[in-house]
């Protein structure tokens, strides 16, 4: 696969694709990590199983839903060795950036939504979520995928097709790269000593 530098676009928006990969004489928490990982990959195989998060960085900056909530963070976070990152990319014009931005901006703090996880589950193992009591929590909870969706529908930009929001996993942003709604820029590299992220 080509690479994509971390320098390459500074300026542009970006959706990371992530996966974890074993982490190898490393202390029991990252292992916790990497289990959480797989089994997210191994529910979604129908889609692919390839990537686990997905997150939105510009420059130096991230935002993502993670499991304590949705926050902004460092993009150089996600430099260990152990996280293996796709660049993909959408072409915006400034006003769609700055409203994709601001409503990232907005959410920091929205709760993870851990019923969503389940829902997908569910839905991967031949049963409708929507037929049983499960909530749907919409925007006021978010998990990885919801949260950048959402996020490129400000812009006016619709990732998901004619998947329903809460099903649209890591994986799909192949599909929308497909579809030519995004370019796949090529696995990240921080540049310094040809390290891949």
């Known amino acids: 696969m080509v690479t994509e530098l971390f320098t390459a676009h ?6 990371w694709a992530v996966r974890v990969s074993p982490p190898a004489g490393r202390r029991f928490s990252y292992w916790l990590g990497y289990v959480a990982s797989l089994v997210i990959r191994i529910f979604t195989l129908g889609h692919g199983g390839r990537y686990s998060h997905l ?17 902004q963070g460092r993009a150089d976070e996600y430099r ?9 990319a959408a072409p915006l014009t400034a006003e769609q950036r700055e409203r994709l931005l601001a409503w990232a901006r907005r959410t920091v703090g929205t709760p993870y939504d851990w019923t969503q996880l389940l829902r997908i589950a569910l839905a991967e193992l031949g049963q409708n979520p929507d037929l049983l009591p ?16 959402l996020a490129y529908r400000q ?10 929001l ?4 890591p994986d799909d942003v192949r599909r929308a790269a497909s579809r030519g709604v995004l370019e796949l820029r090529g696995r990240l590299d921080w540049g310094e000593n040809g390290e891949s992220a």
């Open 10 to 15: 500074p300026d542009e928006v970006q959706i």
């Open 55 to 71: 997150l939105i960085r510009l420059g130096d900056t991230l935002w993502e839903a993670a499991a304590s909530g949705v926050r």
């Open 80 to 88: 260990d060795s152990r996280f293996v990152a796709d660049v993909y």
């Open 134 to 149: 499960i909530p749907d929590f919409g925007p006021e909870r978010m998990i990885c995928s919801e949260f950048v969706a």
């Open 155 to 164: 812009a006016g930009v619709d990732l998901t097709s004619e998947a329903p």
């Open 166 to 169: 809460w099903g649209w996993t």
